[in-house]
């Protein structure tokens, strides 16, 4: 099956060159058209053995002669028994043939690629003529390098096949990245593909036992693939479409970063207000415990002014009296004073919460399903990554929004609470400066019949009796700001927190505003750059122009094809080695060719 194979795969390239479809030369009048196949024999580890050439007339004329250059050691004739002539680097011959092969041992041993080849065997290196028989992780790194001494026509325009056929009862494990891996009966097949003016470093990894290799191929030929130009039509109508959703995914951002300044705006100002209305509470509570002693002098004294009374003792009462309506005014002034801080708290925070409120709405609440996004930036990680921030972006606004509508009625409720507690201590302190000021009225003409001391005492027992529920329902409100203090302090945290939250998706948003406006820029110019490195690909790759040269000589002008044809030796066992056959006293071009290879017996 391998000597089959090999025969074919000879025939094949023979009859490639016959009729090169790859490459035509431009004919020159009067010369007779030449075809080169260059043959390179390697040593197992590469080295460059013997290179040979069979130069191939195929519309030579019978009786003609037929003149060819090339700096040859060695010529013989293929195709018949007629006597070549060299002179220098001159060859000619008059042949009776209408097609005509001669082959010639390059005098120099040169090629257009530096091949190298090294064997690894668990783990270390070992020369190729120690490796027969082994057992082992085999490695094989074969290096295709340009040789630089040689017309790079051929490294630029010619595309290199590497091939290696392994017997799989011996090799197991095969792998050789980017390679392509070919089942042919027991044997399998690794080959690699070098586009012109590429190199190569090929490795190929397998368990052996017992090992043997044949020859690796190296077949070089003219690139002449016909690249069919896709639909550009459609893909510049999809990259547009790309172009333009990118432009309304940045408007979209546009939007949300305009939105998230006014909420940002908004939390600051509600921050504020918040600060302000905690201070407030804060200094309430701070000087409760002055109001509560000064409210319970004057409930002192009014007792002791009723008691002192009933006694008859009248000296005292009007001492007590006499001080009444300065306590009074004094307690009524503190009353007044945080009735307008009060206020003050509730026209900053009111002012606030009317900012915060239209902004919070002001964020979409629709669900958005991100699947189809995600479908149309597939395959772009720049893309895919800044919609991975949106989203993330959508999900922190989404829950802003939410935490603030569980405590909406809470804020809205603020506002009402401050308006009640300011009128009704408003409404305390003037209750307290006008008791104070008609009892400096009635102090002023102090002369008091027992009727009428009867009746001051009567109505001072009253104020008394009233002035101490109300110091009872002034220490039960005393107690409800000092509770309202300490809860608001939580609040006041929480709204902190949240304008902190806000402030940093806010500033999120500038951020991916800036990079989805960089994108959108990129994006806008994308249908065209694509476009335009297809073409420099499909150019890079079309060689269609490229006339073939001669390896040989660039004295031979009428040249049609030239190809590569390089072997490596076998590594063998010595007691599988086979005897060179006797070469026949006359063999046909075939077998001629065959022999070459090793394949003619």
Request: hydrophobic share 45%; net charge negative.
């Amino acid at each position: 099956m391998k000597r089959f194979m090999s025969i074919l795969l000879a025939a094949i390239l023979i009859l490639t060159a016959a009729f090169p479809v790859l490459a035509a030369g431009v004919p020159v009048p009067g010369l007779t058209s030449k075809e080169e196949v260059v043959y390179g024999v390697l040593g197992a580890d590469g080295s460059l053995q013997g290179v040979y050439v069979v130069n191939s007339f195929p519309g030579a004329a019978p009786g003609g002669q037929i003149t060819d250059y090339g700096n040859y050691s060695a010529v013989s004739n293929m195709t018949s028994g007629e006597k070549l002539t060299q002179n220098g680097d001159m060859i000619t011959i008059n042949t009776t043939t209408d097609r005509f092969c001669y082959q010639g041992t390059l005098a120099t041993r040169v090629l257009p690629w530096d091949i190298d080849m090294r064997y690894e065997l668990d783990g270390k290196e070992i020369p190729a003529a120690t490796l027969a028989g082994k057992s082992g992780a085999l490695m094989i790194a074969i290096s295709i390098r340009q040789n630089k001494a040689v017309n790079p026509a051929f490294c630029e325009n010619y595309m290199l096949q590497a091939s290696l056929t392994l017997d799989t009862e011996k090799f197991t494990n095969i792998a050789s990245p980017s390679g392509t891996l070919i089942s042919a009966g027991k044997n399998k097949m690794v080959t690699h593909t070098v586009l012109p003016g590429k190199e190569a470093s090929i490795t190929v990894t397998a368990n052996v036992r017992n090992l043997t290799l044949p020859g690796v191929e190296i077949f070089a030929m003219p690139f002449s693939m016909f690249i069919e130009m896709p639909d550009t039509a459609g893909l510049s109508e999809d990259l547009t479409g790309l172009s333009q959703a990118v432009g309304a995914l940045h408007d979209g951002v546009d939007k949300l970063s305009a939105g998230m300044a006014k909420t940002g705006a908004g939390a600051h100002q509600l921050t504020d207000g918040s600060a302000d209305f905690a201070g407030g509470l804060a200094e309430l509570t701070g000087s409760s415990g002055e109001m509560l002693r000064a409210s319970g002098e004057i409930n002192r004294a009014l007792a002791d002014i009723v008691r002192e009374l009933k006694t008859g003792n009248e000296d005292l009462v009007t001492g007590n009296i006499a001080a009444l309506p300065g306590g009074l005014r004094e307690l009524a002034r503190g009353l007044g004073e945080v009735a307008a801080g009060t206020g003050t708290v509730k026209n900053g925070y009111a002012a606030a919460y009317a900012a915060l409120d239209p902004a919070i709405a002001a964020i979409p609440g629709a669900d958005i399903d991100p699947a189809p996004l995600y479908a149309e930036v597939y395959g772009n990680a720049a893309l895919t990554a800044a919609l991975d921030q949106l989203m993330d972006y959508y999900a922190a606004a989404k829950g802003v929004k939410g935490t603030y509508r569980a405590v909406q009625e809470g804020f809205a409720a603020v506002a009402g609470g401050l308006d009640t507690m300011s009128g009704t201590t408003s409404a305390i302190a003037g209750s307290l400066a006008g008791i104070a000021g008609e009892m400096e009225k009635s102090l002023d003409s102090m002369d008091f019949t027992a009727a009428q001391m009867r009746q001051l005492q009567d109505g001072l027992s009253q104020v008394a009796d009233n002035y101490g529920q109300f110091h009872t329902g002034l220490n039960v409100y005393m107690r409800g700001v000092g509770n309202l203090a300490a809860g608001y302090a939580g609040v006041d945290a929480g709204i902190k927190s949240l304008a902190g939250g806000i402030g940093a998706l806010n500033s999120g948003a500038k951020d991916l505003q800036d990079g989805t406006g960089e994108l959108n820029a990129a994006a806008a110019g994308l249908p065209g750059a694509v476009l335009a490195k297809i073409e420099e690909m499909a150019e890079q790759y079309d060689k269609s122009g490229f006339i073939p040269v001669s390896f040989v000589s660039n004295k031979n002008t009428n040249v049609s094809a030239v190809q590569f044809i390089m072997k490596t030796a076998p590594i063998d066992l010595p007691a599988t080695r086979q005897a060179a056959a006797e070469m026949p006293k006359k063999l046909t071009f075939w077998q001629k060719l065959l022999k070459l290879f090793g394949l003619h017996r």
